[in-house]
């Protein structure tokens, strides 16, 4: 049973960065796909980011292509989301979940049986 733990939230400026980090424990990391998703509230939970098991494949959702990055350490066990260029509409909580294979059915929910509890991020003057 993997559990994720995001960190590195917190409030930015308009054009500022964050990394979002996501370290896994429980089970060998190389054997998943990771997503980044983000939820405002009364809203869905939507999908970000994916890196595959091999960094193969990686996607970005339109809005934050450009400027964000997601990478992985599998010997850190660790899924980083890089933010910079952030703007007020990124002010949501980011959540980090964990797939055994998504196929390009990356933005699913329902793919990704592991999630962390999230973490806010808030970009305000």
């Known amino acids: 049973q993997l559990q994720l733990v995001e960190s590195g939230g917190g409030l930015v400026q308009p054009g500022g960065s964050l990394r979002l980090s996501c370290v896994v424990s429980g089970g060998e990391i190389v054997w998943y796909g990771f997503g980044w998703f983000r939820q405002a509230p009364g809203q869905e939970r939507t999908g970000v980011s994916y890196i595959s098991t091999g960094t193969d494949a990686i996607y970005y959702t339109d809005s934050v292509k450009g400027r964000f990055t997601i990478s992985r350490d599998n010997a850190k066990k660790t899924i980083y989301l890089q933010m910079n260029n952030l703007q007020p509409e990124d002010t949501v909580v980011y959540y980090c979940?964990?797939?055994?294979?998504?196929?390009?059915?990356?933005?699913?929910?329902?793919?990704?049986?592991?999630w962390g509890q999230g973490t806010q991020v808030t970009v305000s003057s």
């Open positions: 979940a964990a797939s055994h294979s998504t196929g390009s059915n990356w933005r699913s929910r329902d793919k990704y049986p592991y």
